[in-house]
C-alpha cells in the first residue's frame, strides 16, 4: 500500500501519538516507558473528551443533581429540609473546578516529566510516515516516525434535519460551555437520543431544575444494555419527572419547536434548550487519511492488532469504533503503542471481553461481557441466575431498593459469560465480577469469599448463592434428612 511514497532512511521518531485524551495519553506514557523517541500532538486541550467535555464534567454535574435530589426527598429520611433555590452558576464552577484538579494529571508538564514530547498543534499526514505540524503559535514543522497511533477520537453526531441549524443546539462539545454562562439550568430542555449521555443528562438537568423532555426513535433507552436495566431508568427518570418518549423520531425543527413522530402521529415540543446526544462519530476526516487511503466508505478499515492497512499507523479509543470509553480507549492505548513498537517481533489482538461498561444515572446501570440480548444475537446457550436488590440489607438500610444483578452463565457451567447490575453503586460493584471473568473465578469461587456485611458488593455473593440454591442437590439432601431422622430415633 505504501509502494507509490518514498520511505525515509532514517526517522526522527520511534512513535508520533496524534491526539492528547485517554488513548492518546496511554499510547505515548508506554512508549516513553519502553524508552522509545516519542512524540504527542494534541490541536486543543490536553484531557480531551473525558476531561474537557465527557466523564468529568457530566459525572460533577450528577453530583450537584443527586444532592438536590436527596434534599428534596429528605423527608423520606426523617429528616425536614427542602430545596429552597439552585445555585445553577456555583454548579456549573463546580463543573470547572473539578476539572482544573484533574488536569495536571494530562497536563503537558506531567508528560514531558514522563519523557513524552508534547506538541501543541494540528497534525496532518503528508505521507505514511510524515506529519505536517501546524503549531498554535503559527510555526509549522514536520517530523517523520517509523510508527503512529492516531487517538483522535470522536465528535458528536448531528443529525440532518431540516431547520436544526437555526435550532441553537448544542452537544456534549458545547453545552458545559454555554451552561456556565446562565443563571438558571434551562427551563424546557430536550434530550434527543436516549443513550448513556442522553439519559446521564436528562436526569441530572431535570434535578437541577430544567422540564426535560427525552426523545429516543428506538422503542426503548439504552439500547447496549439489558433490556430490562433500561425499562428501571426509564421508570427513574419519569418518577424524577422527566418525560419520556421512546419510539419517538425526531422530523424537523421550526425555531425553537422540535416535532417528533410515533406511527404517523405528530407532536410538536417547545423548549428553551436542545441538546444532541444521538452518538458519536470518528474523527478521521482532514488530516490525511483519506488521501494515505487509509479510509474505505467512511470508515478506517482495523485489524484485529488495531493496525490500519498500512500496518505502522494504528489506531485507539473512539477513533478505533470499538466502544467509545475512556477505559476502553486506555485498554486499546496499550495494544496499540506496543503492536506498533514491537513490530514485526510480536503483537497481540485487542482483546475486549472483560471491559465493563456504566451508565451513572441514579441508579447505575453496570454490565460487562453479554447481555441476554446478545447471547441470544449470537447464539449463545445461556442460563440467568437474578438477585433483585430489594433483598439485600445494605439497600433497605439506606433506601435505595431499585435494582438487580443478573447473571448469565453456560448450560450446566458456574463460570460467568456476562453479568448486569442495576444499583445505586453499581459502577464499582461491577469491578468483582470483571476480576472473577478476567481470572476465571466461577459463582462457587465468589461464594466462597467473605463480604464484609452489610456491603453493596454481597449482592455479587448472594447472586451466586442464588444459582446454587436454584441447583440443590436434592437427593443428597434427601439422603441426609433419612440419616438426621434416623439419628434422632
Ligand atoms: C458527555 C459524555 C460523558 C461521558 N462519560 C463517560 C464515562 O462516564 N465513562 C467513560 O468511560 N466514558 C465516558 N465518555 C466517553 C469518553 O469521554 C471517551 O470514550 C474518551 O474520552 C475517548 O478518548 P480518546 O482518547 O479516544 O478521544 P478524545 O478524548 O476525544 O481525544 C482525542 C483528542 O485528539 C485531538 N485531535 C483530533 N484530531 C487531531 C489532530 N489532527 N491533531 C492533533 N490533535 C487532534 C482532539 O483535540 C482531542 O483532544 C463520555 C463521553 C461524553 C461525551
Ligand atoms: N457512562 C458512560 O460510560 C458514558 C456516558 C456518556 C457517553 N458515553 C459514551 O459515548 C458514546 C456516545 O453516547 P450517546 O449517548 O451519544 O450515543 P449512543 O449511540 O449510545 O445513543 C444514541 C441514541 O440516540 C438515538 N438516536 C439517534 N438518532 C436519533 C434521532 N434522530 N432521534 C431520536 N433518537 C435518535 C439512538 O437510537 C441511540 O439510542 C456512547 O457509546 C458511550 O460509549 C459513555
Same mark, same amino acid.
Given at each position: ?129 510524515? @506529519? ?6 503559527? $510555526? *509549522?514543522?514536520? =517530523? +517523520? /516516525?517509523?510508527?503512529?497511533?492516531? %487517538? ?5 453526531? @448531528? ?6 441549524? $437555526? *435550532?441553537?443546539? =448544542? +452537544? /456534549?462539545?458545547?453545552?458545559?460551555? %454555554? ?311
Amino acid at each position: 500500500m505504501t509502494a507509490n511514497w518514498t520511505k525515509p532512511r532514517r526517522f526522527d521518531r520511534n512513535l508520533i501519538v496524534i491526539g492528547g485524551g485517554a488513548a492518546g495519553l496511554v499510547s505515548s506514557y508506554i512508549a516513553a516507558m519502553t524508552k522509545a523517541k516519542v512524540t504527542l500532538i494534541e490541536a486543543e486541550r490536553m484531557g480531551g473528551d473525558c476531561l474537557n467535555t465527557g466523564c468529568i464534567p457530566s459525572k460533577t454535574l450528577l453530583k450537584s443533581a443527586k444532592v438536590a435530589h436527596q434534599v428534596a426527598d429528605a423527608a423520606r429520611f426523617g429528616i425536614a429540609a427542602s430545596v429552597s433555590g439552585i445555585d445553577f452558576p456555583m454548579v456549573m464552577r463546580r463543573v470547572r473546578d473539578a476539572i482544573t484538579t484533574i488536569e495536571p494529571n494530562d497536563s503537558v508538564e506531567r508528560y514531558s516529566g514522563l519523557g513524552v514530547e508534547c506538541l501543541q498543534g494540528y497534525a496532518r499526514f503528508v505521507d505514511p510516515w510524515t @506529519v505536517e505540524i501546524a503549531g498554535n503559535d503559527g $510555526s *509549522s514543522q514536520r =517530523l +517523520t /516516525s517509523r510508527a503512529f497511533v492516531i %487517538a483522535t477520537g470522536a465528535a458528536p453526531v @448531528v443529525p440532518p434535519l431540516p431547520g436544526i441549524e $437555526s *435550532s441553537g443546539y =448544542l +452537544t /456534549s462539545e458545547t453545552l458545559w460551555d %454555554a451552561m456556565a454562562q446562565r443563571a438558571q439550568a434551562p427551563k424546557k430542555l430536550v434530550i434527543l437520543g436516549g443513550g448513556p449521555i442522553g439519559c446521564e443528562l436528562a436526569q441530572a438537568f431535570q434535578r437541577l431544575g430544567s422540564d426535560v423532555t427525552l426523545v429516543e426513535m428506538a422503542e426503548r433507552l439504552l439500547l447496549k444494555e439489558d433490556a430490562e436495566a433500561a425499562a428501571i431508568i426509564a421508570q427513574c427518570l419519569q418518577q424524577d419527572g422527566v418525560r419520556v418518549l421512546t419510539g419517538h423520531k425526531a422530523v424537523r425543527f421550526d425555531g425553537k419547536i422540535l416535532t417528533v413522530e410515533k406511527g404517523g402521529e405528530h407532536t410538536t415540543l417547545a423548549f428553551d434548550d436542545i441538546i444532541i446526544a444521538t452518538g458519536r462519530r470518528a474523527r478521521i476526516t482532514g488530516f490525511g487519511l483519506e488521501e494515505l487511503g487509509l479510509v474505505e466508505n467512511g470508515r478506517l478499515q482495523v485489524d484485529p492488532y488495531l493496525r490500519t492497512r498500512m500496518p505502522h499507523i494504528l489506531v485507539a479509543g473512539d477513533v478505533a469504533g470499538n466502544q467509545q470509553l475512556t477505559h476502553g480507549a486506555s485498554h486499546e492505548a496499550w495494544y496499540a503503542a506496543v503492536n506498533a513498537l514491537a513490530q514485526p517481533f510480536k503483537r497481540f489482538r485487542a482483546d475486549y471481553r472483560f471491559l465493563p461498561r456504566v451508565t451513572y444515572t441514579d441508579p447505575e446501570v453496570a454490565s460487562v461481557g453479554l447481555t441476554e440480548e446478545q447471547a441470544k444475537e449470537q447464539g449463545v446457550a445461556y442460563e440467568v441466575t437474578r438477585y433483585d436488590i430489594a433483598h439485600l440489607d445494605r439497600a433497605i438500610a439506606e433506601d435505595e431498593t431499585g435494582g438487580f444483578v443478573k447473571i448469565l452463565t453456560p448450560p450446566g457451567k458456574d463460570s460467568i459469560l456476562g453479568a448486569t447490575i442495576v444499583a445505586a453503586h453499581a459502577g464499582e460493584m461491577i469491578a468483582e465480577i470483571v476480576l472473577a471473568m478476567r481470572h476465571g473465578l466461577t459463582l462457587g469461587k465468589l461464594m466462597a469469599a467473605s463480604h464484609s456485611y452489610p456491603t453493596w458488593n454481597e449482592a455479587n455473593k448472594f447472586v451466586a448463592g442464588q444459582y446454587r440454591l436454584a441447583r440443590k442437590p436434592e437427593r443428597l439432601q434427601r439422603l441426609a434428612q433419612r440419616w438426621f431422622d434416623w439419628l434422632r430415633h
